[in-house]
């Protein structure tokens, strides 16, 4: 007996469009009991980078979506210490702060680096069992207090002790569970994750499969690539796994035919509720993946800081701005004492005026800064308007 393929569900853009917005928390009333960890557990993971601007990135993600959270509290939610962890940090989407929980489902990365060095860097003999040894004897330390993160010379020129521990970072028997200034506070593995989350018995096609379900849920609807991309799965992971996600097939109007899923939750009612009016990182999951915010939003987004400065066009960290389910303009902000600096703005038009002076006020009160300062905009008539509404 043959089974018939499931029916195909087809979705309008504007559907597909609010379904990815509340997926990713941004239609809605947010959950604010459920918090900063909250926000990590239903995106299954939080971008890092070394770029701070506003704020650094990871700070931007729950603050986009819960408003002016403290950002004291928004590193205790991540780095509690290996004594009570409620995160790690491992290689997803890039970098990334990942719930605890997700330890399990890594085992097949885990695994790949074990067999597979990432870097070619040289490493003597003794050197990785020495760091292993010290961790052991000393406890959590950073690089530094492990012999120094970089020999005398180049910047990247890493010294034996960081090589080990990064090596051990992908191998899984050391772990970062919390930051100190950046800086990554490393311990045994077997010390800092819970043991009933210590174990690599999924085997990869188990692992990929709930990392493809939980992306399909945090993204709310994507095609394979947008949903693969979310933790870098390869294409052949996500097609050897995906009829066993629950993901269920759609289409999508004016997504060039390209095959998608949804998470079945997604399906079952209209998204309803208010927009999340809001200053966005580059690095938020909401528009990581270029193709598919141009796809969504028709919003063509890209990261300048690697730029070279007389070619940027938007700015060194231009943030998109949200509003009302749209991104209406962008802003490449800095701080200049107790005053936010817009650097550089671009908007769409008159209506989004309000949208992005508010962004900005709540944006400038959420780092400390008591007023607001527009620098270059194309359009004069539109700076004076956006200057009069931040008035």
Request: with cysteine.
């Amino acid at each position: 007996m043959t089974t018939s393929p499931r029916p195909t569900a087809a979705l309008s853009a504007d559907e597909a469009r609010r379904i990815a917005l509340r997926a990713q928390g941004f239609l809605g009333a947010p959950d604010r009991k459920a918090g900063v960890r909250g926000v990590l557990r239903h995106l299954g993971a939080v971008q890092l980078d070394t770029i701070s601007v506003l704020a650094r990135s990871h700070e931007l993600i729950p603050y986009a979506r819960l408003g002016a959270v403290p950002r004291t509290k928004v590193e205790s939610a991540y780095w509690t210490g290996s004594s009570s962890p409620h995160a790690f940090e491992y290689w997803s989407h890039a970098a990334c702060v990942l719930p605890i929980e997700e330890w399990p489902h890594f085992a097949f990365r885990r695994r790949a680096y074990r067999a597979r060095p990432h870097w070619h860097h040289h490493l003597p003999d003794g050197a990785y069992d020495q760091v292993i040894k010290q961790l052991r004897a000393e406890g959590p330390l950073t690089a530094t207090e492990l012999g120094g993160a970089k020999n005398k010379g180049e910047w990247w020129d890493w010294s034996e002790s960081k090589i080990a521990v990064e090596r051990a970072l992908m191998y899984g028997e050391v772990v970062c569970v919390e930051r100190r200034g950046w800086k990554r506070i490393y311990d045994l593995a077997e010390r800092a994750i819970p043991s009933a989350l210590l174990h690599d018995d999924l085997d990869d096609l188990e692992c990929v499969r709930r990392l493809v379900r939980q992306a399909g849920d945090a993204l709310g609807v994507g095609t394979r690539a947008d949903i693969a991309d979310y933790h870098r799965l390869k294409n052949e992971q996500f097609d050897a796994v995906i009829e066993d996600t629950g993901l269920v097939p759609v289409t999508v109007e004016g997504w060039g035919g390209k095959p998608a899923w949804a998470a079945p939750e997604a399906l079952e009612s209209a998204p309803r509720g208010r927009h999340r009016t809001t200053l966005l990182s580059p690095f938020d999951s909401l528009i990581w993946e270029r193709a598919r915010t141009e796809r969504i939003f028709g919003f063509t987004h890209r990261l300048e800081a690697y730029v070279p400065k007389p070619k940027r066009i938007h700015g060194y960290f231009a943030m998109p701005v949200l509003s009302g389910g749209r991104l209406v303009g962008r802003v490449d902000p800095a701080r200049a004492g107790s005053t936010l600096v817009a650097k550089q703005v671009s908007l769409d038009g008159p209506k989004a005026v309000p949208a992005v002076a508010a962004a900005l006020h709540e944006a400038a009160s959420w780092v400390g800064c008591d007023s607001v300062r527009v620098e270059h905009m194309d359009s004069a008539p539109l700076k004076r308007s956006l200057v009069a509404a931040l008035a």
